[in-house]
């Protein structure tokens, strides 16, 4: 009949009442709001969905025996039909925020020996106990553990070696509101001084605000936002990237199909795949592996034990979020910032070159691979497919500490594309030099000179959105198209697995081998407002072979007006 919270108010008015009758009482209890602005993995509770639940959903074991054998864990539409929600209240353990106070006290060396003194500590002859008591952490209003889900994509998507089934766990929130979470600490009274509760306070503001609470942080699960947060103190060796992002989609979604919800989960799974794209063009699989598990984290490194990722991905809702478009067929809108953080090596020289070129290629999410446009589909009906991204920085003014806003990608001529790609890649050289190797271009999708083709054709002749009203401007599906996806959907490439997918096979379906980018960039000889942006992986064939993939890229540098920008070029203009 009590929230969670009734403790810590229990607490802090004995605390007040002892302070009544002793000074040394004063300062020693701490306590304020924070807000979880995502989804949260934390709490431990056990639940009958055939396992037992450790940070709120990790999936670690059978919960019963069938015949003396575990039962399989059931699938996420089993969990979505029969328990979308638990009737059980998530909370922080006091325990999770006091081990990422710690962890992050380890990473700055003038504050580890305070932390050591004040929180604790075991060697191998003594224990000492810690001096201030962490208490659990519940929301100020009673929150369910909610169905979410994993959805592995890199083998389907970068190898097409078949689709991935989601798994399901669950998490504190549902990821449409934010969660006010009570945080409280208090100090033993003899122990401890009033300044020294300060300083560990300070800490738990600093690290909860910097890292977020709970597992998955690193994908941004967990993100918290705390008012009047004094400056944040970063490790110097990391650097923080912030985009304001838009999202035009057909629709993205979690656990429920028929729900849209674009999650953050959805930002690291493009970027952890574009990556992986780039590394196998200069390593080997199994070293680009390798390099991927170190850069986003793996569950398994090669021992049998996970590896921890310095990679960091946050995003931050904005005010239009999941809007409906105003006409048929139905697509939606999502504005926020993403925040991408890494060492500054890493992230200045490996990852945001990357981000330039996957920005300029595709979106993200479901249909990333093409342009927002309008499908008709075999019923007669019309429908929505693809999306259209666009990520936008502030950038300081020459000789001024005024800012502009401005676009993040890569101007469309090819001198940009080979420059970039050129600095890239000695970059890698020269942070891993024992692994890089050319030459390997495996069956999949290489973003390398050698194993992908990028051109630049005209059309559509004006965009077919209102990116101001949300709302389609063309409504002709013939008119939402440029050159690339004509080709695209002329029959001998349309739902051919070798080039253009088919993304309606069900459990046989395959992901094209074509991504496309509508820029709004107009192309003055063919009389256009956009153009398209066309990315072809070869997928180990080679442009003068007899191959599907090869006929295509005849067929994109024959459309009137194409440009090659970067990577392999058609036969007759080599």
Request: aromatic content about 10%.
């Amino acid at each position: 009949m009590y929230s969670g919270n009734r403790l810590a108010e229990l607490l802090e008015k004995q605390h007040e009442k002892r302070l009544e009758k002793s000074e040394k009482y004063k300062g020693l209890f701490k306590k304020a709001t924070f807000t979880i602005q995502w989804r949260a993995k934390v709490g431990s509770f056990p639940h009958p969905d055939l396992e037992t639940i450790v940070s709120a959903g990790e999936p670690c074991g059978a919960w019963k025996l069938n015949n003396g054998r575990p039962e399989d864990k059931r699938n996420v539409c089993d969990n979505l039909n029969l328990l979308s929600v638990l009737p059980l209240n998530g909370y922080i353990p006091g325990s999770s925020i006091r081990g990422l106070v710690r962890t992050w006290a380890k990473q700055i060396p003038e504050i580890k020996p305070r932390m050591l003194e004040i929180l604790g500590f075991q060697d191998n002859e003594n224990i000492t106990p810690g001096k201030i008591e962490f208490l659990d952490a519940w929301p100020e209003k009673a929150t369910k553990l909610t169905l979410d889900i994993v959805n592995p994509q890199e083998h389907f998507q970068v190898y097409h070696q078949g689709q991935s089934t989601p798994l399901s766990f669950y998490t504190l929130g549902n990821g449409e509101k934010p969660i006010n979470v009570t945080v409280a600490i208090r100090g033993i009274p003899g122990k401890v001084t009033e300044t020294e509760v300060e300083e560990v306070w300070g800490w738990v503001q600093q690290a909860l605000s910097l890292y977020g609470v709970g597992s998955r942080t690193a994908s941004g699960y967990g993100a918290i936002k705390t008012a009047n947060l004094p400056k944040l103190t970063i490790d110097p060796s990391y650097a923080v990237k912030q985009f304001d992002f838009s999202l035009f989609s057909q629709g993205c979604y979690g656990a429920d199909p028929h729900s849209p919800d674009l999650r953050p989960a959805h930002w690291r799974g493009w970027l952890r795949s574009w990556v992986l794209r780039f590394l196998l063009g200069v390593m080997s699989p199994e070293n680009a592996q390798k390099t991927l598990g170190e850069l986003f984290g793996t569950l398994d490194a090669g021992d049998g034990k996970g590896r921890k990722g310095c990679v960091r991905l946050e995003m931050i809702q904005g005010e239009n979020w999941g809007e409906v478009s105003g006409n048929q067929p139905r697509f939606y809108t999502w504005k926020g910032q993403l925040k991408i953080s890494a060492t500054k090596n890493i992230l200045n020289q490996i990852v945001l070159p990357i981000v330039k070129f996957a920005v300029m290629v595709g979106g993200v999410g479901r249909g990333w691979r093409r342009p927002l446009h309008i499908f008709v589909m075999n019923n007669g009906r019309s429908a929505a497919r693809g999306t259209y991204l666009s990520l936008t920085h502030k950038i300081r003014k020459p000789d001024s500490n005024e800012y502009q806003v401005k676009l993040y990608g890569i101007a469309c001529n090819p001198s940009d594309w080979q420059k970039l790609y050129q600095d890239w890649q000695t970059a890698v050289q020269l942070q891993w030099s024992d692994r890089y190797a050319l030459g390997n271009n495996p069956t999949a999708e290489v973003f390398s000179p050698t194993t992908c083709a990028i051109y630049l054709v005209p059309e559509p002749c004006q965009e077919p959105l209102d990116r101001q009203d949300f709302e389609w401007s063309i409504t002709n599906p013939t008119d939402t198209r440029g050159c690339g996806m004509n080709l695209i959907y002329d029959l001998k490439y349309k739902r051919k697995i070798d080039v253009g997918g088919n993304a309606a096979g069900g459990g046989n379906a395959h992901c094209s081998w074509v991504s496309i980018k509508r820029v709004n960039i107009p192309n003055k000889e063919q009389n256009t407002n956009c153009q398209e942006v066309v990315c072809l992986f070869m997928g180990g064939q080679t442009p003068n072979s007899s191959h599907l993939r090869s006929q295509f890229l005849n067929d994109l540098s024959k459309i009137p007006g194409a440009v090659h920008l970067f990577g392999v070029q058609a036969p007759e203009q080599q």
